[in-house]
């Protein structure tokens, strides 16, 4: 028996920071490796969406599985943003605990420079808000003085606003007008979950 795509994740992503705090075989780093050993070691059926990212300093690794993205902001504009993996419309790839993730995932590493902005987020945000929206709330909150995490928590509880909505425009209906659902209008109601996260020079942080 399954479990539910939720609790699948949840024990595939503690199966994943029980094996990055054991370092008794060393520090494990590369998200696809994390990847596949997370699936393969976690002790239930079930499948799930995935994104896993590690900063080295220097640059983003990012191994991904689906439709929860990132999405990268510098200079107030959108930098990179990555793709999500589809079958068909509304209908996003998983990786299941029989799968072999190295044929399923898609990698990507991507150069950061210090001001960086990176939005980590299930489909839920990038489903319900555009880019130009994501970036604009971005700015003015951090010009604001807001932390990452509070501008987080507006990013995400405007996804949910608009995905409670059946009138105003959104990437997802977009979408499913585009796949031929043409009277389909509004937002997509979902779990939001974001993570942001800003790039700051070492010489800039505080001395522990």
């Known amino acids: 028996m399954q479990a539910s795509p939720g609790v699948y994740a949840q024990e595939l992503m503690r199966t994943?920071?029980?094996?990055?705090?054991?370092?008794s075989n060393g520090p494990l780093t590369n998200p696809v490796e994390l990847l596949c050993r997370g699936v393969k070691e976690t002790n239930m059926s079930g499948s799930s969406n995935v994104l896993i990212a590690n900063f080295n300093g220097q640059a983003?690794?990012?191994?991904?599985?689906?439709?929860?993205?990132f999405l990268i902001i510098r200079h107030g504009a959108v930098y990179k943003k990555s793709s999500p993996l589809l079958h068909e419309f509304h209908f996003a790839l998983q990786v299941d605990d029989s799968d072999d993730p190295l044929q399923l995932?898609?990698?990507?590493?991507i150069e950061l420079e210090a001001g960086d902005i990176v939005i980590s987020a299930t489909d839920g945000l990038f489903d319900n808000l555009y880019d130009r929206e994501i970036t604009m709330i971005v700015s003015k909150s951090l010009q604001a003085g807001m932390k990452p995490q509070e501008v987080a928590n507006i990013l995400a509880t405007r996804a949910q606003e608009v995905g409670r909505s059946a009138f105003v425009r959104s990437p997802f209906s977009d979408a499913a007008q585009a796949a031929?659902?043409?009277?389909?209008?509004?937002?997509?109601?979902d779990n939001v979950a974001v993570i942001v996260s800003l790039v700051e020079n070492k010489s800039s942080l505080p001395a522990l």
């Open 16 to 23: 994943c920071e029980e094996i990055v705090w054991d370092t």
């Open 180 to 189: 031929g659902y043409t009277g389909y209008a509004g937002g997509k109601p």
């Open 60 to 69: 983003l690794h990012v191994a991904n599985i689906g439709d929860t993205g």
């Open 105 to 109: 995932v898609k990698e990507y590493l």
